[in-house]
């Protein structure tokens, strides 16, 4: 081994990759929601291949994989998450933990280098359970009872039950220990466009966008399709959609140069062909990273809604289930990874903004973070179909064992 | 008992539906899905009353409850279904088998009435498994093609199983003996509010409206709702709740003067927050008597579903699932009808045509056939709060059995 250049191996990663692809497959891509039978097993994959590479690992009472070494010196976290969306993409989670357990095997035994890398896996980043639950209970943010009222949002499964049944109830769940890590630091797909079509290899991530989510609930009255004269219907699916219509309508009037917002499930009730739903319900969400704009748009959203019920034929109730908290990246760690580019990428970086939720916000509130990302093919993600380029994968790699090297001795 | 009035029992028949009230009550209403363990308790009810009314009985192998008379002279053929909606009201299926009930038991015996009234329970009226599976089969209308083919629609079980799981498998579907009934008639309540609003005890059905059925899907792409900027997303979900909103703006000027449509459920795929939906699907329903007006919509329909398409962000297809059969009444059943309500309901009866679909409508197909209704309290059905006054329920009961007389003896 050169002294400046590190044992790295990009065939080891691609390999590592494609075995996690192998547990929970689905075309492409997997489909591993938190606590299921492939996930549990992707974190015993990890748990082995980090006890492999000379950490101490465990497995704590929510799910986190977490590592330590014994090592002198500075440690470094580094991870992502290895439960996946639905029937979702390979990458979005474990090329982040798969890039640290690269950092951890070949930065950890290399002498010359002072300080280790620490590995996590959060648990259920996605949100099947919550919203950052594995993370946010790493550093503190979680109550026992916030896991009592955690439920699957698709089977309505409590998160006790789903705990119980994968052997992890009444396990300690593990906080940081403050001051060991000189900070975190994440590499994920981009999961949009701008790398793919600026050519560029590397997103430097500069800010986290905040989520906000909602339930938008409307009450009209259940009825006979067939025998309701629509004069005098009070039709609550009809209401949601006229109320989608609007908010497509009026937001971009009011909101900023980078806000989105999703209608991301509709459901009426009872939802059969013969009757009128008496009740719809529509998740909502927005994103940004200025919760001033947030603020604006969430008033004129719940002015919309009060001009609905205003006009008598339905009501509508709008209930905040989520407030983001957007997070700045640190100023070094920014530096450091557009460095390790110009050794590894030919430069061919950018500094954007993460549209994306990631565990990187939450790390954010207790130590210096940072954020990478790799392009993604087409811009696809949350879909199987989602993938990077091999050699793309291999360069962030690189890229990023390079950073992990650099913050170390920084 | 007098030679020209019957030995009705009034009480009789609201104990009658007060008893099957009791299998599978839910709230006020009730709760019997087709094939459920309360729908099969309330069909051995029946089949033991009418044993009791001196009819054979049997049920058959797609859960008829269907009963013969040995009594010389014509035979009427009178009934409704037993199955509910889920989670709906009581009087909706049951109303007409009790009035059924009541008429044979009070005329069958009677040495002064010339034939006999036999009693059926058409099983899946309210479309658990497909439309009118039950009365269909019984004029010949259902294939074993069609059986292994139906499932429930909200469960996804197969027909198959689920008449093997309630005993049914094997067991041979009965088909009308042509030529053995003078006709069929049938009671049900209002399910809207004309004769309420019009202090009115009986409706005298002209004719049975169609049923339209359609499921539209709309293809986009999916995506990730955080990194996915708003001017690029393909967003199946919000094409949709355009097309609803566009369907309420344009179905007004095109529609026929009783016109209905609906959308009972909206599934956006995959339906979570954080992902585009890049497939959306509604179920839509138009009903009218006019089939040369549903021609028009449906062209409209398909014109803005093509324009949808034309646009390029997201296509539409459009698949027509159900067509509607509309029925007319025979003139002779209307006209004794409403002399029965001259006789026992003071006259307060109205023609009308009838918004929901009944069995009645494939009855029609092979025999004369009637329909009655009775006030709905507050135009409510399809819902476990459905109700009518005892009173309407007892005067209608009288007028039916009335109707059943002056039908044999005519």
């Not at 790295?8 to 929601?33: C, E, Q, S």
């Not at 789903?162 to 052997?167: P, S």
């Not at 219907?233 to 989608?244: H, I, S, Y």
């Amino acid at each position: 081994m050169s002294d400046n250049r590190l044992q790295f191996d990009g065939a080891r990663v691609l390999a590592d990759l494609n075995a996690l692809r192998g547990i929970g497959a689905y075309k492409t891509g997997v489909h591993k929601p938190t606590f299921s039978e492939p996930h549990m097993r992707s974190l015993q994959w990890l748990a082995q291949r980090l006890a492999e590479a000379g950490l101490a690992v465990t497995i704590d009472g929510i799910g986190n994989v977490l590592s330590t070494s014994t090592k002198s010196g500075p440690k470094l976290l580094a991870g992502s998450h290895l439960e996946s969306q639905n029937y979702a993409g390979w990458l979005d989670g474990p090329l982040g933990v798969v890039y640290a357990l690269e950092a951890a095997r070949v930065i950890n035994p290399n002498p010359t280098v002072n300080g280790a890398v620490e590995v996590a896996a959060w648990c259920d980043e996605e949100g099947h359970f919550g919203h950052f639950l594995g993370s946010r209970s790493y550093v503190g943010g979680v109550t026992e009872a916030d896991i009592d009222a955690a439920r699957d949002r698709n089977s309505g499964r409590t998160m006790r039950e789903a705990l119980r049944d994968v052997g992890l109830a009444g396990r300690a769940r593990a906080r940081c220990e403050r001051g060991r890590h000189i900070g975190y630091i994440e590499a994920h797909i981009e999961q949009g466009r701008t790398l793919e079509s600026g050519d560029l290899r590397i997103g430097v991530v500069t800010s986290i966008i905040g989520i906000w989510q909602y339930r938008i609930r409307f009450s009209g009255e259940q009825n006979h399709a067939g025998t309701t004269r629509m004069d005098v219907r009070r039709d609550a699916g009809l209401a949601l959609t006229r109320f989608c219509v609007d908010i497509d309508d009026r937001f971009p009037k009011a909101c900023g140069p980078r806000t989105v917002w999703t209608t991301g499930r509709i459901t009426l009730d009872p939802g059969a062909p013969s009757i009128i739903p008496g009740v719809a319900e529509m998740l909502f969400q927005m994103r940004d990273d200025d919760p001033g704009v947030i603020d604006r748009l969430e008033d004129l959203l719940r002015s919309m809604a009060a001009d609905v019920t205003a006009q008598g034929r339905c009501s509508v109730a709008v209930e905040r289930l989520r407030t983001g908290s957007p997070a700045m990246m640190d100023a070094t760690f920014q530096h450091t990874i557009e460095a390790a580019s110009a050794a590894f990428a030919g430069g061919r970086s950018v500094r954007m903004p993460s549209g994306a939720g990631h565990d990187a916000q939450v790390l954010a509130t207790i130590m210096p973070a940072g954020m990478m990302f790799v392009p993604s093919i087409g811009g696809i993600s949350h879909h199987w179909s989602e993938n990077t380029d091999d050699a793309d994968i291999i360069t962030g790699a690189q890229v990023f064992v390079e950073a992990c090297r650099r913050l170390l001795a920084a």
